[in-house]
């Protein structure tokens, strides 16, 4: 793979998403996210290493209609969207309207286990493109102290429709 660079300033906001990601994973999962040695890396070595992974990753906040804040460069070109565009999108526009009531219900077993490691689902592009999920785990995001603050995903494994 080619590595390429963020289409953002990787600034001290995005930095400490990433560790949010990296170290809330690893506090729900007991395991690590991505490469064990992104354990030690920050600012834009994090960015770039979460930007050019050979995997997706995603996360929405904690909004009553949760936005996407972060999409890594196989979340966009898989979602078929830039970063304005996919950091602005509601997440549950991820999947059709028929899909939606799954999707919340997946969501809502994540809030109350703490992560899923077993999801499959059909999401959409943002160009209506269809495509499977298989085995992506999803997590609930706790800082340090508790405090919820958002859900991201990351799977490796999907199917065009």
């Not at 991505?34 to 834009?44: F, K, N």
């Not at 919340?104 to 703490?114: C, I, P, Q, S």
């Not at 992560?115 to 609930?140: E, L, N, P, Q």
Request: aromatic share 8%; charged share 25%.
């Amino acid at each position: 793979m080619i590595e390429t660079p963020p289409p953002f300033a990787c600034n001290e906001s995005i930095a400490a998403h990433l560790r949010l990601l990296r170290d809330s994973h690893l506090r729900v999962t007991g395991r690590p996210l991505g490469d064990p040695g992104w354990a030690e890396l920050d600012g834009d070595a994090l960015c770039a290493a979460f930007w050019n992974a050979d995997v997706v990753i995603a996360s929405h906040g904690t909004e009553e209609d949760p936005v996407l804040n972060y999409g890594n460069r196989q979340a966009l070109e898989l979602w078929e969207a830039d970063w304005p565009a996919f950091t602005s999108m509601p997440s549950r526009l991820t999947a059709e309207p028929i899909r939606r009531e799954e999707r919340a219900e997946m969501l809502a077993r994540v809030t109350t286990d703490g992560f899923i490691d077993d999801y499959a689902g059909i999401r959409i592009s943002t160009k209506g493109t269809r495509f499977k999920i298989h085995r992506a785990m999803v997590w609930t995001l706790r800082d340090e102290v508790g405090v919820r603050r958002g859900q991201a995903v990351v799977f490796s494994d999907w199917s065009p429709l």
